[in-house]
């Protein structure tokens, strides 16, 4: 199984980023989806998710409105569309699998899969 992310980079704050994450060796569209983010000396955040078919998305308070999760299950791939950007969204973002059920699209320990990161650095 590999997620590979990319797609992050340095924006100037109010900028916008599209992050993707493509998926290889399982059954992509049997899993649901998840962002996470990690800043310098925090702990791994959920960022949002998305339910198999692509028809549910689940976000974080802190990026409501701001971030769009989407997936395309013909080429495997979850992206994360991030908007209105600030210095405060300064972080690794890692896009992770599981198939534990809805219920626990924000738990990060529930994704069994997780991709390498991709930095997005905001500067203001």
């Known amino acids: 199984v590999q997620l590979q992310a990319s797609g992050g980079g340095l924006v100037q704050a109010g900028g916008s980023l599209r992050l993707s994450c493509t998926a290889s060796?399982?059954?992509?569209?049997?899993?649901?989806m998840g962002w996470f983010r990690q800043a310098p000396g925090k702990e791994r955040r959920f960022v949002a998710g998305?339910?198999?078919?692509?028809?549910?998305?689940y976000y974080a308070g802190s990026v409501q409105g701001r971030l769009t999760i989407s997936r395309d299950n013909a080429e495997n791939t979850v992206y994360l569309q991030m908007n209105s950007l600030t210095p405060e969204d300064t972080a690794v973002y890692y896009c992770?699998?599981?198939?534990?059920?809805?219920?626990?699209?924000?738990?990060?320990?529930?994704?069994?899969?997780w991709g390498q990161g991709t930095l997005v650095t905001v500067s203001s």
């Open positions: 992770a699998a599981h198939k534990n059920g809805w219920r626990w699209v924000r738990v990060l320990s529930k994704y069994a899969w």
């Open positions: 060796g399982y059954s992509f569209s049997t899993y649901i």
């Open positions: 998305i339910d198999e078919s692509g028809g549910l998305q």
